[in-house]
């Protein structure tokens, strides 16, 4: 690279006065994903992706171009601090060179969001001169001047008109978000695991509404196409005796290939990978299939010992509660030996009523504060017998998506402040999220608290969201 920076923490961007809003793994664990060619996966998948992007909002400086130009220094700090926090299955060394593809975009949405926030007013450019003195307080002086710098070069106009007419050539948009199809093969193997995957049945969920069910109307045209080859291939296909199902390995000939076109000589794979080309997944197919085998012969030797040790706890819980149940009864005679000693039946006395009646504690009552604002919502309240919402106080509600499809839920609060900054507007609501439907979901107008998705509160949390995206149950 250009530079070795030698003064450390001193030349990020942004100060590392707080790590990160998404919490690292509790009591020294460490979070698991399984690494493809796509990317990250499993159950943790979603933890690497808001963890890699609030790492790098504290360890990469802004004032980079691209990710491409930013020193060694700093990816080998960012990536040691990920290692400490997630295991993977295969090689780190090899895994890197996968997951980086990722963070490219990671440090493309970072920027757009800073750039939204003290760039523009209203959507339109502010000048520079007024852009050089609305630098943010956790972004350190010379990056900023550096941002700005790039932000308003012509280099970085043209390249935005380039990007703008490339973007109108693809009009066609899809309903994932940031979740790579590797996640969406993922979801599809688990609703209908003896379901064939294919690139088709990837694609069309790519491009509908599932909760209406219905096409985007951008992707009709090519979703009628991709029907109309399927249908002939598999009237084709029951000519020669087979199902007619193109597998994941048919690149070249499924109906994706043939609506689209030869993707052989491009960077990505469509439907499958937007990092990896026609020949790197092919190479990655290749390899888990010699590996296969070896794959299968561990997991009988993973399911014997498994066995094994359900069979010893078995045997440890049976001589547990023999044991619990000796002491029981031994405890029970004991009893009935001291009421008869003073002259009992062998019936306890009554003790007499308590004055004070014990009421449950509901972690989800929080305290208003003592103006009743809301300033103190993150301190639990115990309620008493006049009071202390119950459940059926409560009015329990789903969020939205802007596409209204069920994201969360939750119940309203009645709080007029939250995050002890943000005033909620007449068309807004205060929730506190009990159950997050759909983790990759933007939460409202983020970031708020620090959170930019559903994932970041999946142990419950307060959130603004808008009236006429909230649905009673």
């Known amino acids: 690279m250009s530079s070795n920076p030698s003064s450390a923490s001193a030349s990020v961007g942004t100060k590392n006065t707080q790590e990160s809003d998404v919490p690292p793994p509790p009591n020294g664990k460490k979070y698991s994903i399984v690494v493809d060619f796509e990317g990250a996966k499993g159950r943790d998948a979603a933890k690497w992706s808001s963890r890699c992007g609030a790492l790098i909002r504290t360890q990469i400086p ?11 220094f700093y990816k080998d700090n960012l990536w040691n601090e990920l290692m400490k926090e997630f295991d993977m299955n295969v090689d780190p060394k090899i895994a890197r060179t996968i997951l980086e593809k990722k963070f490219l975009q990671y440090l493309r949405t970072m920027k757009s969001t800073i750039r939204a926030r003290y760039l523009n007013i209203n959507g339109q450019p502010i000048p520079k001169r007024v852009a050089l003195d609305n630098r943010p307080d956790d972004i350190e002086k010379i990056w900023w001047e550096k941002f700005v710098d790039i932000e308003y070069s012509d280099k970085k106009k043209e390249q935005c008109k380039k990007n703008a007419e490339n973007k109108a050539k693809n009009p066609i948009t899809h309903t994932l978000g940031r979740k790579p199809y590797s996640r969406v093969y993922e979801e599809m193997a688990k609703e209908n695991p003896t379901e064939k995957l294919s690139r088709v049945g990837a694609w069309k969920r790519a491009h509908t509404k599932r909760k209406i069910g219905e096409v985007l109307p951008c992707a009709v045209e090519k979703y009628a196409q991709i029907e109309a080859a399927e249908e002939r291939q598999k009237i084709q296909a029951s000519l020669n005796g087979s199902d007619g199902i193109a597998s994941l390995e048919d690149f070249e000939s499924d109906p994706i290939a043939e609506v689209f076109g030869s993707e052989k000589k ?17 190479m990655t197919q290749a390899t888990k299939a010699i590996s296969g085998q070896r794959d299968i012969e561990d997991l009988r030797q993973w399911k014997m010992e498994l066995q094994n040790q359900i069979t ?3 045997n440890r819980f049976n001589s547990m509660t023999s044991a619990f149940m000796s002491m029981h009864q031994n405890m029970l005679q004991n009893m009935n030996m001291q009421h008869n000693q003073f002259g009992g039946n062998g019936t306890p006395r009554a003790e007499a009523a308590s004055n004070t009646e014990h009421t449950p504690v509901d972690p989800k009552n929080f305290n208003t504060g003592s103006d009743g ?22 009015k329990y509600v789903i969020l939205l998506s802007k596409d209204l499809e069920e994201v969360a839920k939750g119940y309203l609060a009645s ?14 609501n205060i929730v506190w999220v009990t159950e997050v ?37």
């Open 62 to 72: 802004i004032g980079y171009e691209d990710w491409r130009k930013v020193d060694d």
């Open 266 to 282: 491009k960077s990505y794979c469509r439907a499958i990978s937007s990092t990896s080309s026609v020949i790197q997944v092919k």
């Open 312 to 314: 010893d706890a078995m």
């Open 373 to 394: 604002h809301g300033d103190n919502i993150a301190s639990p309240v115990l309620p008493t017998n006049n009071g202390g919402p119950s459940s059926k106080e409560k």
């Open 415 to 428: 709080h007029k402040t939250c995050h002890q900054r943000k005033v909620v507007q007449d068309g807004e």
């Open 437 to 473: 439907i759909d983790p990759e979901a933007p939460i409202f107008d983020g970031p708020q608290d620090g959170n930019y998705k559903l994932c970041d509160i999946v142990d419950g949390g307060f959130v603004i969201w808008p009236k006429y995206r909230l649905q009673n149950l």
